[in-house]
Structure formats: structure tokens, C-alpha cells
């Protein structure tokens, strides 16, 4: 039966959901923000080179260095039906909690959550690597911003370019003096002699998986010590490999990819000794899912012990240590991971929305909770949908 999409009012009110949980403290929930916020946060002398919106028929367009390409709505799909879901549109088709505070309060009251942990969100497909970069400093001022409407339940993560670790540094400090909880770095470092237009945006979350740099060289130590001294969390999104979001074709073989390969991420710093040269560092596997950790923990374990003679890895514990005291990971609906949680890699796993993008709980967030936690005891329950969050971010 087919659906007559473009009737879909996404803002319409939405009915309060009854609570199945006192405290619930959102993981990974997500900003849209609109293209014209660029002229308004981006440095002056960068203003002028910003997106313009233009509408034409029933799309709105995005016009950026001589490219004019249709509103994407797959990051916005909250208030729709799944069989109504919509790849592009106008502004008017997203819902406006995506980048309205108040509005993004509102639904977060009528979805019972209290807590929110807000990634983006930027930055610009731009191939002008001055831009690019500013672009990453004008997203975070936007996201500082939005939350300062409620420093009580929203929490901003900031995003940092990777291909300088001096000014990723400055920007880590910028970020936590602003009062973000965390800061989102890509998969990989990045490398500007790859740099280029068509893969600008991607390479915000996945950097240069080929590249010659890797994030447990000492070039990247002074980054960890920030961190550490900043008691700031850092992220992986989705960065080990990213989904073709608007390829009809390869998307749904690709999400599932998506999540493990974020073992690698945590591969090469674990076995590259950050964590024992860092053992107070954060690391989160945002939206990675958590059901296949517990295979992949022991699964490192055994070959650690079998293989890291003759390739002299001399980490000091069994990579299972790390992840129970340096490894968090976040799900959205994962109810295998929920049964696995007292085995090893599943200690510190969190619950998370996805609001509003296009696997999000909304508005039906305690009912998936109710589903995922079916015969768990409360106690373990509040760590999964708010005392690992609050612990991992440090809300408290």
C-alpha cells in the first residue's frame, strides 16, 4: 500500500508517550541545521563564500561553489511514518527540533527524555581547505549556541578537523571552555594532500583510512594528554566506513558494515598503546551498535595471547581491560546487546535516540526501551539509559 508522502505534516504535535523510566539521559541525539546558519557563523571574511537556500518547485535547493543540489532529508526523517520516509525536499519537510531549541525541548518532554548528548551537524563540502576548517569552528559556535538554551539537558559535542593536531588541540580547548562534553574527531587523521571537494564532508568522520599517519603514533599523544586534562570524552561516529546515505542501492548493506568497522578505530589505539599510555582516556563508538562486542573483545583477547610475541605488541593487559575501563559504545534498539551486557566489552554501553535522524526512536523512545529491557532489573536498566552516559560524557 502506497503512501502519499508530501501530506506528511512532521510538525505536527506529537502526543506525550507514557515513561517506562524516571531518568533518561539521550546518548546520541542530533542537530539538522539549516544551510543559511552558515552566513551567520561562519568568520566574516568567510560570509560571503556561504550556502544560499533557493526554492524551486516542491524541493529546496542548496547553492555552494557553483553546485545547486536538492535538500537532502535522510538526517531529518522524525515525525514520519517509515513507509513515508523522504530523501528530498524543502526545509518545510523536516521537523523543526532539528536545529529550534525550544522546539527540540518540547519534543524531547513529549518523548520522556530528560538528558540529550547533541552531535551535528558540519562541515561544509567545500574544497577551499580555509574554508573547511572554519567551518568545523563556525558549527561549533552554532552548537554552543543551541544548547545554551538549556545547559541542564542539552550538552554539545564539538567536531574537530584532524589533519593539524595543534589546531585540533586549540579547538579541544575552545570546545570544553564553551561547555562541550565531548569532541568527535574522524576514524582516521586526515590528509591534506587527499583533501578535495567530493569527499570533504565524509572525510569529517572517516579522515584517511590509507594514510600514513595513524592515531597511535606520539604525534598524537599531546591530543590524548588534552583530552585527559580536559576530562573531555572523545567520539568515532560512524567513521570507519559511512554509509551511502543517498545511494538507494548500496545503503542498507552498508549500515550494518558501518558499525563493526568501527572495531578497527579501537584496534589501533588499543594495540598501539594509547590506553596504557593514557589510562584515563574516554573513547566513545557512537551509534556502533553493541550486540557484536562481546564476540569481538574475546575474539582479541584469544588472538592477543596467541599473536603478540612475534608481533611485539607489549600492551600490559588483555585487550578486554581496555574495554571495560576505556570503551564505551552506544545502541539505539539492540536487545541482543541488552542480554549480553554482563559479558566482556558490553560494560559500558549506552542508549541512545538517534533523534531525528532516520533510525531514530521518536516519538516512541520508552516503548523501545520497554521492548530492549524486558526482564532487565531497574538497576541495570538506569546504567544503560543514563548512568553510563552521565559517567562517559561526565554530566555529573
Given at each position: 500500500?502506497?503512501?502519499?508522502?508530501?501530506?506528511?505534516?512532521?510538525?505536527?504535535?506529537?502526543?506525550?508517550?507514557?515513561?517506562?523510566?524516571?531518568?533518561?539521559?539521550?546518548?546520541?541525539?542530533?542537530?539538522?541545521?539549516?544551510?543559511?546558519?552558515?552566513?551567520?557563523?561562519?568568520?566574516?571574511?568567510?560570509?560571503?563564500?556561504?550556502?544560499?537556500?533557493?526554492?524551486?518547485?516542491?524541493?529546496?535547493?542548496?547553492?555552494?561553489?557553483?553546485?545547486?543540489?536538492?535538500?537532502?532529508?535522510?538526517?531529518s526523517q522524525a515525525g514520519r511514518a517509515f513507509n513515508q520516509y523522504k530523501n528530498n525536499g524543502r526545509m518545510s519537510d523536516m521537523r523543526v527540533g532539528g536545529w529550534m531549541a525550544p522546539?527540540?525541548?518540547?519534543?524531547?518532554?513529549?518523548?520522556?527524555?530528560?538528558?540529550?548528548?547533541?552531535?551535528?551537524?558540519?562541515?561544509?563540502?567545500?574544497?577551499?581547505?580555509?574554508?573547511?576548517?572554519?567551518?568545523?569552528?563556525?558549527?561549533?559556535?552554532?552548537?554552543?549556541?543551541?544548547?545554551?538554551?538549556?545547559?541542564?539537558?542539552?550538552?554539545?559535542?564539538?567536531?574537530?578537523?584532524?589533519?593539524?593536531?595543534?589546531?585540533?588541540?586549540?579547538?579541544?580547548?575552545?570546545?570544553?571552555?564553551?561547555?562541550?562534553?565531548?569532541?568527535?574527531?574522524?576514524?582516521?587523521?586526515?590528509?591534506?594532500?587527499?583533501?578535495?571537494?567530493?569527499?570533504?564532508?565524509?572525510?569529517?568522520?572517516?579522515?584517511?583510512?590509507?594514510?600514513?599517519?595513524?592515531?597511535?603514533?606520539?604525534?598524537?599523544?599531546?591530543?590524548?594528554?588534552?583530552?585527559?586534562?580536559?576530562?573531555?570524552?572523545?567520539?568515532?561516529?560512524?567513521?570507519?566506513?559511512?554509509?551511502?546515505?543517498?545511494?538507494?542501492?548500496?545503503?542498507?548493506?552498508?549500515?550494518?558494515?558501518?558499525?563493526?568497522?568501527?572495531?578497527?578505530?579501537?584496534?589501533?589505539?588499543?594495540?598501539?598503546?594509547?590506553?596504557?599510555?593514557?589510562?584515563?582516556?574516554?573513547?566513545?563508538?557512537?551509534?556502533?551498535?553493541?550486540?557484536?562486542?562481546?564476540?569481538?573483545?574475546?575474539?582479541?583477547?584469544?588472538?592477543?595471547?596467541?599473536?603478540?610475541?612475534?608481533?611485539?605488541?607489549?600492551?600490559?593487559?588483555?585487550?578486554?581491560?581496555?574495554?571495560?575501563?576505556?570503551?564505551?559504545?552506544?545502541?539505539?534498539?539492540?536487545?541482543?546487546?541488552?542480554?549480553?551486557?554482563?559479558?566482556?566489552?558490553?560494560?559500558?554501553?549506552?542508549?541512545?535516540?538517534?533523534?531525528?535522524?532516520?533510525?531514530?526512536?521518536?516519538?516512541?523512545?520508552?516503548?523501545?526501551?520497554?521492548?530492549?529491557?524486558?526482564?532487565?532489573?531497574?538497576?541495570?536498566?538506569?546504567?544503560?539509559?543514563?548512568?553510563?552516559?552521565?559517567?562517559?560524557?561526565?554530566?555529573?
Amino acid at each position: 500500500m502506497s503512501t502519499v508522502i508530501d501530506d506528511v505534516d512532521v510538525n505536527r504535535q506529537i502526543d506525550i508517550a507514557p515513561r517506562v523510566a524516571d531518568h533518561v539521559v539521550d546518548a546520541d541525539a542530533h542537530v539538522t541545521p539549516p544551510p543559511g546558519m552558515w552566513a551567520d557563523y561562519l568568520a566574516p571574511q568567510f560570509r560571503a563564500l556561504a550556502p544560499v537556500v533557493e526554492t524551486d518547485g516542491e524541493f529546496d535547493y542548496v547553492v555552494f561553489e557553483g553546485n545547486r543540489r536538492k535538500l537532502n532529508l535522510m538526517a531529518s526523517q522524525a515525525g514520519r511514518a517509515f513507509n513515508q520516509y523522504k530523501n528530498n525536499g524543502r526545509m518545510s519537510d523536516m521537523r523543526v527540533g532539528g536545529w529550534m531549541a525550544p522546539a527540540r525541548l518540547d519534543d524531547m518532554d513529549r518523548d520522556g527524555i530528560d538528558v540529550a548528548v547533541v552531535f551535528g551537524g558540519g562541515p561544509l563540502a567545500t574544497g577551499n581547505l580555509e574554508l573547511y576548517n572554519e567551518s568545523f569552528a563556525a558549527y561549533n559556535r552554532w552548537i554552543m549556541d543551541f544548547c545554551s538554551h538549556d545547559p541542564k539537558r542539552l550538552h554539545p559535542v564539538a567536531y574537530l578537523p584532524m589533519a593539524d593536531v595543534d589546531q585540533a588541540i586549540a579547538m579541544m580547548r575552545e570546545a570544553r571552555s564553551n561547555g562541550a562534553v565531548a569532541v568527535n574527531i574522524p576514524a582516521f587523521p586526515q590528509t591534506v594532500a587527499r583533501f578535495n571537494k567530493a569527499e570533504s564532508q565524509f572525510q569529517a568522520l572517516s579522515g584517511d583510512s590509507g594514510g600514513d599517519r595513524q592515531y597511535r603514533d606520539p604525534e598524537f599523544d599531546p591530543l590524548w594528554a588534552a583530552a585527559c586534562e580536559l576530562d573531555l570524552a572523545v567520539t568515532f561516529h560512524l567513521g570507519a566506513r559511512v554509509s551511502r546515505f543517498t545511494d538507494k542501492a548500496n545503503f542498507l548493506p552498508d549500515i550494518p558494515m558501518s558499525k563493526v568497522a568501527m572495531l578497527e578505530v579501537i584496534g589501533i589505539l588499543l594495540y598501539g598503546g594509547v590506553f596504557d599510555r593514557f589510562p584515563s582516556l574516554r573513547v566513545g563508538l557512537i551509534e556502533s551498535g553493541v550486540g557484536w562486542l562481546p564476540w569481538a573483545v574475546t575474539y582479541m583477547d584469544r588472538t592477543w595471547e596467541m599473536q603478540r610475541h612475534w608481533t611485539e605488541c607489549d600492551i600490559l593487559h588483555p585487550p578486554s581491560h581496555y574495554f571495560d575501563r576505556n570503551v564505551y559504545a552506544s545502541f539505539i534498539s539492540d536487545p541482543v546487546g541488552v542480554e549480553l551486557r554482563r559479558h566482556i566489552g558490553c560494560k559500558n554501553i549506552m542508549w541512545s535516540s538517534d533523534y531525528p535522524h532516520s533510525e531514530t526512536t521518536f516519538p516512541h523512545s520508552h516503548e523501545t526501551i520497554a521492548n530492549n529491557f524486558a526482564g532487565v532489573s531497574p538497576e541495570d536498566r538506569d546504567w544503560i539509559i543514563a548512568g553510563c552516559a552521565e559517567k562517559f560524557f561526565a554530566l555529573k
